[in-house]
């Protein structure tokens, strides 16, 4: 399979999450992916996410529900370990839709409401530092 080659950041679409044109930082640095998540709720056996940011206003604060999710332990840039609910979605680069785990965590003060981590782009993307948007610019008719 031909990697492509994609920027630092990119707009990208989550239809599971109802969420698009959604700005992403491409991470080489992070292994998994996380998105932004303004409230987690357990109830009973689901997971009920509400994706709001001011900041983000495609983050409109709709809630999603999911019946299938895992915890995992993430390490921060800072050394950290935090414990996070992990789901399973969908995200589309290149118009081609692709399986990923995000992890959910409160990004309300961070420039980009998802980090795309190494493992989602191993075996697909190559990163040029020096290009932005290249899955949003090649979807543009």
């Given amino acids: 399979m031909t990697k492509k080659i ?3 950041v990119d707009k990208v679409d989550f239809p599971k999450l109802n969420l698009y044109n959604i700005d992403v930082k491409i991470d080489s ?3 998994t992916s996380a998105i932004h998540c303004s409230e987690v709720k357990v109830d009973g056996n689901t997971l009920r996410c509400t994706f709001y940011s001011k900041g983000h206003p495609n983050f409109s604060g709709k809630e ?4 299938n999710f895992t915890q995992t332990d993430v390490k921060s840039s800072n050394g950290f370990k ?3 609910f992990k789901i399973k979605s969908e995200v589309i680069f290149f118009g081609k839709t692709y399986k990923i785990n995000l992890t959910l965590s409160t990004r309300d003060d ?3 409401p998802v980090l795309i981590g190494r493992q989602f ?3 697909k ?3 040029d530092v ?5 899955s949003f610019n090649s979807s543009k008719h």
């Fill in 6 to 8: 994609i920027g630092r």
């Fill in 29 to 31: 640095g992070a292994y």
């Fill in 64 to 67: 999603v529900v999911f019946k």
């Fill in 82 to 84: 935090e414990n996070r």
């Fill in 110 to 112: 961070m420039k980009f």
């Fill in 121 to 123: 782009l191993s075996k």
């Fill in 125 to 127: 993307f190559i990163i």
């Fill in 130 to 134: 020096d290009l932005e948007n290249q």
